[in-house]
């Protein structure tokens, strides 16, 4: 059984900082792209960082450049998203995402297609003015 499970959300200031972690266990193979999604109330998914099953290709959305590090230990189960320097507009529930990428890259530099596989159950993020 695949299982995604995040951890490390909560509540902070503007400007203050939070590592959110993604529990990766049960995937078939080590063919996946492992990611970052958010969605905040009445807004449309995001993805927000990606990196690449062979690790040569992390993304981030333009909003989070500069202030989001992407990371994930030497045995691939665990995946690590650093968020620095928050903003409000941070604000969001924050979803790990694991794509496949037998077909094509999931995630490169430019891009990212998330959820496609698999996903957790999410971890909020509230970040205060």
């Known amino acids: 059984e695949v299982q995604l499970v995040e951890s490390g959300g909560g509540l902070v200031q503007a400007g203050g900082s939070l590592r959110l972690s993604c529990a990766v266990s049960?995937?078939?193979?080590?063919?996946?792209?492992i990611g970052w999604f958010r969605q905040a109330p009445g807004k449309e998914r995001e993805g927000v960082s990606c990196?690449?099953?062979?690790?040569?290709?992390?993304y981030y959305t333009n909003s989070v450049k500069g202030r989001f590090t992407i990371s994930r230990d030497n045995d691939k189960s665990t995946v690590y998203l650093q968020m620095d320097s928050l903003r409000p507009e941070d604000t969001a529930v924050y979803y790990c995402?694991?794509?496949?990428?037998?077909?094509?890259?999931?995630?490169?530099?430019?891009?990212?297609?998330?959820?496609?596989?698999?996903w957790g159950k999410g971890t909020l993020v509230t970040v205060s003015s």
């Open positions: 995402s694991a794509d496949w990428e037998g077909y094509g890259s999931a995630c490169t530099g430019t891009q990212y297609h998330y959820g496609m596989d698999h």
């Open positions: 990196i690449s099953s062979n690790d040569a290709a992390t």
């Open positions: 049960g995937l078939p193979s080590d063919n996946y792209a």
